[in-house]
């Protein structure tokens, strides 16, 4: 187990893009899948975009050619750069070890998260 510190987010309008951080401790986070997550007001939270030890990646279809996931094992650092953000895109997006995509990951090592807010 890691710690986690989400960075990044913020309020911004349709259309515009927001890259996201994940800061990580030790070299467990590093050899694992690793992935993002999001929880709307109202839903559970659930894996959008996971990148594996070797460096594959899977999303869901929601997010398809607009968010990408990547990792800097050196710095021990996540990324996600999100484009054309939509209204549905607004949650609380978490990073942490990568399950099943759409699942809600993990039951614990969670952060506090960082909020992206799209307005309709």
Same mark, same amino acid.
């Given at each position: &187990?890691? &710690? $986690?510190? /989400?960075? @990044?987010?913020?309020?911004? &309008?349709?259309? /515009?893009? =927001?890259?996201? %951080? !994940?800061?990580?401790?030790?070299?467990?986070?590093?050899? %694992?899948?690793?992935? #993002?997550?999001?929880?709307?007001?109202?839903?559970?939270?659930? $894996?959008? /975009?996971?990148? %594996?030890?070797?460096?594959? +990646?899977?999303?869901?279809?929601?997010?398809?050619?607009?968010?990408?996931?990547?990792?800097?094992?050196?710095?021990? +650092?996540?990324?996600?750069?999100?484009?054309? =953000?939509?209204?549905?895109?607004?949650?609380?997006?978490? !990073?942490?070890?990568?399950? +099943? =995509?759409? @699942?809600?990951?993990?039951? %614990?090592? #969670?952060? =506090?998260?960082?909020?992206?807010?799209?307005?309709?």
């Amino acid at each position: &187990q890691v &710690q $986690l510190v /989400e960075s @990044g987010g913020g309020l911004v &309008q349709p259309g /515009e893009s =927001l890259r996201l %951080s !994940c800061a990580t401790s030790g070299s467990d986070f590093s050899v %694992s899948p690793m992935g #993002w997550y999001r929880q709307a007001p109202g839903k559970q939270r659930d $894996l959008v /975009e996971r990148i %594996s030890s070797s460096d594959n +990646t899977r999303h869901i279809d929601s997010v398809k050619g607009r968010f990408n996931i990547s990792r800097d094992r050196a710095k021990n +650092t996540g990324a996600l750069q999100m484009n054309s =953000l939509k209204p549905d895109d607004t949650a609380v997006y978490y !990073c942490n070890l990568a399950g +099943t =995509l759409g @699942g809600a990951g993990p039951p %614990s090592g #969670w952060g =506090l998260g960082t909020q992206v807010t799209v307005p309709s």
